[in-house]
């Protein structure tokens, strides 16, 4: 996932295209801000979009000081639907009031058929944000960051088991950059009481759905 800041230790846009131009098997989503340039980095996420450079987009509300529904960010929406491709975001953590599960609510209601993906679960208050967000069957849960809570493993696989048996098509495997233990992040997926077909899909089938992978792959 790329980064929305044209100077970044995770890449930018540019970066990490031309980086993995010729990798079959890593998939780029890019990152956009409202307030970095934000029109011509539109337009060069929708050409990425029509040469299937990229399969999806990240929005760093908190990160950046901008809130999810912002009004600028509709175009993205919008594009993101034409495309069929998701909208990935930044929750919790620091300014957790610029991503509040009400405005993934907002935005989920307001475009039934965008794909949206709550990454962090609005950590560290996960199961408030599975309350808020439930009923919308068009947001989706990267678990990113969760195992790096070394100190609050039983709530965490408390809500994320509560998802995998309600909403198993939801929820997807993330390891985040820079910060997080992937090896911890399997271990989390794998204490789950859920059936081998639930952590299949929970580890990679549904993140293939629902970034279209074996689409972009033929």
């Not at 600028?72 to 953590?93: I, K, M, N, Y």
């Not at 794998?190 to 990679?204: A, G, H, K, N, Q």
Request: aromatic share 12%; net charge negative.
């Amino acid at each position: 996932m790329a980064d929305s800041e044209l100077q970044s230790a995770i890449g930018n846009n540019e970066e990490c295209v031309n980086l993995f131009s010729d990798c079959d098997n890593v998939f780029v989503v890019a990152g956009i801000s409202p307030l970095i340039d934000f029109q011509n980095n539109l337009n060069r996420i929708e050409n990425y979009l029509c040469q299937k450079k990229i399969v999806g987009v990240k929005l760093y509300p908190g990160h950046e000081q901008f809130y999810l529904n912002d009004p600028r960010l509709e175009s993205v929406f919008l594009l993101c639907e034409a495309f069929d491709v998701p909208v990935a975001v930044h929750t919790g953590w620091d300014n957790p009031h610029f991503n509040a599960p009400a405005l993934f609510a907002d935005i989920a209601g307001k475009h039934p058929k965008l794909k949206i993906v709550n990454c962090h679960l609005w950590y560290p208050k996960i199961d408030y944000c599975y309350e808020v967000t439930r009923d919308y069957q068009n947001i989706y849960y990267d678990i990113s960051s969760l195992a790096d809570d070394k100190g609050n493993k039983s709530k965490i696989t408390e809500v994320l088991h509560r998802i995998a048996n309600e909403n198993p098509h939801r929820l997807i495997f993330g390891s985040d950059y820079g910060m997080c233990d992937p090896m911890a992040h399997i271990e989390l997926v794998d204490r789950l009481p859920v059936s081998d077909e639930t952590r299949e899909m929970i580890f990679y089938k549904n993140a293939v759905r629902l970034y279209g992978l074996s689409r972009i792959n033929g």
